[in-house]
């Protein structure tokens, strides 16, 4: 696992990240950040979050999609007005077609292939990949708008209350679209654009916000 880009936590972040160039354009900005700070009220008194995922990868030179499915769960500590993520637990697991996950809590990882149960420490890089893993996934749950708008430009989606991010320098992806729930509570699709064509789609599904974590929430645990 080690010799694959970080194992798990690779596979997790190629997810979210594909090397690209900033994109051109104008348009819809202000609809877009007005819909950005309407989802930023609704998320301000987030404290935990569980969801099933499907993962698409979408890949030109292949016919049909590569899919994997699995399920993640968030704790907040909102204490720390500094960014500091070491309060905050992140599991994010596969459970088909293979079984795999990490588990980020108190600033350190754990990951595993197989059974949870023997998650084992992540080392150094593999820490500094599942720390990106969880800024990504938290820049959703503590929404800044005025941040978003200084490093993506920002248009509305195709959808109703959808957008599309262009990172305003080189970042890990062409375009990132973002759909969100009907009660705006929650990111319900997550599709990050390649800039050769390839797309990968985040689909989340039985999202629940601010209720008790169901007991799968515990995979992974260990000492630190």
Request: hydrophobic share 40%; glycine share 10%; proline share 4%.
């Amino acid at each position: 696992m080690r010799g694959q880009r970080g194992g798990v936590a690779g596979l997790v972040l190629c997810a979210f990240v594909v090397w690209a160039s900033p994109a051109a354009g104008s348009g819809g900005e202000d609809a877009a950040l007005r819909l950005l700070e309407e989802v930023a009220l609704r998320n301000a008194g987030t404290t935990s979050l569980s969801a099933d995922f499907l993962q698409e990868k979408h890949v030109s030179l292949l016919k049909r999609p590569l899919e994997s499915h699995g399920f993640l769960c968030l704790r907040r500590q909102r204490e720390n007005k500094k960014g500091d993520i070491s309060g905050e637990r992140l599991l994010w697991a596969y459970t088909h077609p293979l079984r795999s996950g990490f588990v980020h809590e108190a600033g350190k990882g754990r990951l595993w292939e197989g059974d949870p149960s023997r998650a084992r420490s992540a080392d150094g890089r593999e820490t500094a990949l599942i720390s990106s893993i969880v800024r990504h996934v938290l820049q959703w749950m503590d929404i800044d708008p005025q941040a978003l708008r200084a490093a993506y430009r920002l248009e509305p989606g195709d959808e109703a209350r959808s957008l599309r991010l262009f990172p305003r320098r080189p970042a890990f992806f062409a375009r990132m679209d973002v759909g969100f729930a009907e009660d705006m509570a929650s990111v319900r699709r997550l599709s990050f654009v390649e800039a050769g064509g390839d797309v990968v789609h985040i689909l989340f599904r039985s999202v629940e916000v601010n209720r008790p974590l169901p007991a799968r929430c515990a995979a992974g645990d260990g000492a630190f």
